[in-house]
């Protein structure tokens, strides 16, 4: 196993309760390992997968695991665990799995999945979009379809996210979270593979060459994905195209880093909107 045969790769850390009286990993973890690295290989797809199967009527049962040790991973250690779908059959599919320490493959192994009916467990055909998603992804196809466009055109998937993440998640009066701007307002919906809305955004002219981004919401299972980022970068090209020369948002201090790493500077002090601390944020489209 080569750590550049897997597209995707998932970093950990070794932490202290992993390790053994030998003073290495317990081998039991490296299963851990390859299941923590699978839930990322799915949001790296952009799909959630409770939703996703929802939407299919059916699930993924493990069927077999197999590891094989080579070497052995000790405490702090940062490892990179690979994942790779390796073959997809009439109704099983089966995931390389590989620990590296840098280049050294520690450990390596198979995980084989049977998709089957939740409620008999009786096996099915692995349906047809949920292998394009797969197929894709490994041949480096992109996973999201970006939208821009008017809230006529997107407001309902849009406001399903928005509900989802202000108001349920945030606790945010639903009568604050929407208001009359969005008729006006330019909207960027990430949607993926299987038509299911993850993310969006909205940019709002404000006038004079400024114009705010706000609404920013992504639905928790796959934060941290780059989603987010790709939204507010297709609202920053409208806002350019349309000869904008700033970008304003209020941005709620704990997402306050994600925007500083998309360029943005803050300016002034730290102010409560809907009872949640913001600051304001600014940078050029």
């Not at 665990?81 to 997809?88: E, F, S, T, Y």
């Not at 590296?100 to 939740?118: I, K, M, P, S």
């Not at 849009?158 to 606790?171: D, G, M, N, P, W």
């Not at 948002?249 to 997402?255: C, G, I, T």
Request: glycine share 8%; net charge negative.
């Amino acid at each position: 196993m080569k750590r550049s045969e897997f597209r995707f790769r998932e970093r950990l850390r070794v932490r202290w309760a992993e390790v053994d009286m030998q003073n290495i990993v317990f081998n039991g973890h490296y299963l851990l390992y390859f299941d923590t690295a699978v839930a990322g290989y799915w949001r790296a797809m952009a799909l959630p997968t409770r939703e996703t199967m929802q939407a299919l009527g059916g699930d993924l049962f493990v069927r077999k695991c197999t590891v094989e040790y080579l070497a052995s991973a000790q405490m702090d250690d940062v490892l990179e665990v690979g994942v790779r779908c390796a073959r997809i059959g009439t109704s099983s599919m089966s995931m390389a799995c590989a620990v590296f320490r840098g280049e050294q493959c520690l450990v390596h192994g198979e995980l084989l999945y049977v998709y089957a009916d939740t409620a008999t467990q009786t096996s099915r055909p692995v349906p047809d979009a949920l292998r394009a998603v797969l197929l894709g992804f490994e041949a480096g196809e992109p996973m999201l379809d970006l939208r821009v466009g008017r809230w006529a055109e997107l407001g309902e998937a849009a406001q399903r996210i928005r509900q989802r993440v202000f108001v349920e998640e945030q606790r945010i009066p639903a009568e604050l979270e929407h208001d009359p701007a969005d008729a006006d307002c330019i909207h960027a919906l990430a949607v993926n593979r299987m038509g299911l809305p993850l993310a969006t955004g909205r940019l709002q002219q404000l006038g004079g060459g400024v114009a705010k981004i706000g609404r920013m919401a992504v639905l928790p299972t796959v934060r941290a994905s780059g989603l987010g980022r790709q939204v507010l970068e297709a609202l920053a090209a409208e806002a350019r195209s349309r000869g904008d020369h700033e970008l304003v948002l209020h941005a709620q201090l704990s997402a306050a880093d994600f925007y500083t790493h998309a360029g943005f500077a803050t300016r002034g002090e730290v102010f409560e909107e809907a009872g949640i601390p913001h600051v304001e944020m600014a940078r050029a489209p």
